[in-house]
């Protein structure tokens, strides 16, 4: 798998899935809560699977190698 989660997209990810899990295991939102398991994996990965259908990628572009 190809990295295609960006540093400041990853950051996002990792907060709110953080942020989500917390509030729902102190029974601040319901059980939907536990979803913040997604966008935390997808942050720790640098993969989100959602991106491929279409060609996204927050990854800053690197220089090819000659």
Known sequence: ???N???IDRVIR???GLGLITAAALGVVGTWGYIGIVPLATGVFRFCPAYLPFGM???PM???KR
């Open 62 to 64: 690197t220089a090819s």
């Open 57 to 59: 990628s927050t990854c």
């Open 14 to 16: 990792i907060t709110g």
């Open 5 to 7: 989660v960006g540093t």
């Open 1 to 3: 798998m190809k990295p």
